[in-house]
């Protein structure tokens, strides 16, 4: 089985920063892509940055410049480092990955989520 264990979450101010993390572990040959997504109450789950194993990156218009995506490939871990935070970017944000495991499966992975609230 493969696990993710996010962290990073929390409230801060607007025009703050956080800093998210997800771990990836188990039984894994290779993390294809990693990625962070991100659900409002309301609406529908959207994509926010997503990273692939040659580290290209894609991230949404409303975070681009603002949030940074990078990825540990020794750790299978993904991070998340958000600056300039505003109250719409308040949201459960989810890490998922795309992974090939030990057995040669193909499968996509969610974390549990971790809950952003940017308020004054």
């Known amino acids: 089985q493969v696990q993710l264990v996010e962290s990073g979450g929390g409230l801060v101010q607007p025009g703050g920063s956080l800093r998210l993390s997800c771990a990836a572990s188990?039984?894994?040959?290779?993390?294809?892509?990693m990625g962070w997504y991100r659900q409002a109450p309301g609406r529908l789950r959207e994509m926010v940055a997503v990273?692939?194993?040659?580290?290209?990156?894609k991230y949404d218009d409303s975070v681009a410049g603002r949030f940074t995506i990078s990825r540990d490939n020794v750790k299978n871990t993904v991070l998340l480092q958000m600056k300039n935070l505003q109250p719409e970017d308040t949201a459960v944000y989810y890490c998922?990955?795309?992974?090939?495991?030990?057995?040669?499966?193909?499968?996509?992975?969610w974390g549990k989520g971790t809950q952003v609230t940017v308020s004054s």
């Open positions: 990273i692939r194993d040659d580290d290209s990156t």
């Open positions: 998922n990955v795309d992974i090939t495991t030990a057995s040669g499966e193909w499968k996509i992975i």
């Open positions: 188990g039984s894994i040959f290779s993390i294809n892509v």
